[in-house]
């Protein structure tokens, strides 16, 4: 390797982020060159979505949800760093963060995941207003004798699990789109299994219905209005489908899908307008099989994890963490090759002119499986190359939601 510094920026600091930032500390060490490593995270703390349900019904699961940085940086070396905040605008040689800040870097490692609007939790950046909104969702759950869910997917299936079991009392209502539960790329016979469970853990199933909107009973007079709320309303309201059926209940859980945070996008030039960074409709930044920026401008630039462009069989934390390690291992090599992207490239460089390097394309584990959680102990699992395997069984991480890897991940 070349004796000269070089920069490296990650944005997002959670499965895809953390792993990077573990990759390239081991790399700079051994190596001649000084690798800075900076990690741009707009929450104080690690906030551990990907067990989001469990914490729903487990306090004390919950608290053990919020983790310092505090410990990922221990080396003690000065050119590694954590960086809290909000990464607003991005250019070819820099970044700037909450609106003003500039970060110049060599390489860039866009790992910002998505989005819940309808769980309220995961959008607070700051611990005590994030704690405090657990808690008032919690209580939602609590004070609520009917809940419906909306939105049959692995998060929604997951969450009616956890509170079925937690509350065995409460009626749970669970409607989805589909005909069967789950998404449309998982074989028929693990929906089958999964509905058969929630059926036997007493929840009502809608299938097959659209549900457009929840009207809430004024108090004072009989009149309602029609909202669909991204924070949790724990009062009587009608539910109202597409097919006109109105399903009573007390508090509505939207768990229809994420949204990329890709906002910061907007800043950087694509070569062609015919072919944007971030996909129109599903707001994801496309990447080649490298995970470097389809745009061959920008081959500094990678997005790994939910950010990026791959399948939804890929949104998932393990492929999060097999694409961090790929993206380093790549960058390693751009590095070894010895191309340095803060020489100005001509204003009249084009894709066509860009420089290539010849990365290694991203490949699945080849045993990668969907896992569906179905509560405390039980989850339901398929191999994505097989249509027909399913089976339910005891839940072999116990349903600790990688909480156990993500504290390992930090250092704790
Ligand atoms: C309820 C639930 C259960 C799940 N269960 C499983 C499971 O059992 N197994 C599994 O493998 N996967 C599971 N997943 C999926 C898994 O959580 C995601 O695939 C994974 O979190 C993706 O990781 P990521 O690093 O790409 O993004 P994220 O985890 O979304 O993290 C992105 C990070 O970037 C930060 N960020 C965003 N924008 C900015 C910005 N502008 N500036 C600075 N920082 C920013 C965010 O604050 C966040 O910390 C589950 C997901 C959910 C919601």
Not at 218 to 227: A, E, F, I, R, W
Request: proline share 4%; with cysteine; aromatic share 8%.
């Amino acid at each position: 390797m070349s004796n000269r510094d070089i920069h490296v920026l990650v944005i997002g600091g959670s499965w895809a982020g953390i792993t990077a930032v573990n990759e390239l500390i081991k790399l700079s060490y051994g190596s001649s060159i000084r690798l800075h490593v900076t990690l741009v995270e707009q929450r104080t703390h690690y906030f551990h979505k990907t067990g989001v349900i469990r914490g729903l019904v487990d306090l004390k699961y919950a608290e053990k949800m919020f983790i310092s940085y505090q410990r990922l940086f221990t080396d003690g070396n000065p050119y590694h760093r954590f960086v809290c905040a909000k990464l607003t605008h991005i250019y070819e040689d820099c970044v700037v963060v909450d609106g003003s800040g500039r970060l110049f870097y060599d390489y860039l490692i866009i790992a910002t995941g998505s989005a819940y609007t309808s769980l309220p939790v995961t959008q607070s950046i700051d611990e005590k207003e994030c704690r405090a909104r657990y808690q008032k969702m919690r209580h939602a759950i609590e004070s609520a004798r009917v809940i419906l869910l909306v939105g049959g997917g692995a998060v929604g299936v997951g969450m009616c699990c956890e509170i079925a079991e937690q509350y065995p009392k409460k009626c749970i209502i669970l409607a989805h789109a589909r005909d069967r539960l789950l998404n449309e790329d998982l074989s028929d016979n693990l929906s089958i299994t999964t509905e058969n469970h929630l059926r036997k853990l007493g929840v009502e199933l809608i299938l097959g219905e659209t549900i457009l909107s929840t009207s809430f009973q004024d108090d004072d007079d009989d009149d309602y209005s029609t909202l669909i709320h991204d924070d949790w309303v724990g009062k009587p309201q009608t539910v109202i489908a597409r097919s006109g059926r109105r399903v009573p209940c007390d508090l509505v859980i939207w768990t229809t899908g994420s949204r990329p945070y890709t906002d910061f996008m907007n800043s950087l030039v694509p070569t062609n307008d015919k072919h944007p960074l971030v996909d129109v409709d599903s707001g994801l930044i496309n990447v080649s099989p490298t995970l470097q920026l389809s745009d061959i401008r920008y081959p500094n630039i990678f997005a790994v994890g939910d950010v990026n462009s791959l399948p939804i069989s890929e949104k998932y934390a393990t492929s999060a963490i097999h694409q961090a390690k790929h993206t380093v291992k790549n960058i390693r090599q751009l590095i070894e090759e010895s191309r340095d992207h803060r020489i100005k490239r001509p204003p009249t460089t084009s894709s066509e002119t860009a420089p290539k390097a010849h990365l290694a394309p991203y490949t699945s584990p080849r045993n990668t499986q969907v896992v569906v959680a179905l509560g405390k102990g039980t989850e339901v699992s398929s191999s994505i190359f097989s249509k027909f395997s399913s089976w339910a069984s005891g839940g072999g991480r116990g349903r600790m939601y990688m909480l156990d890897k993500a504290e390992k991940m930090l250092n704790f």
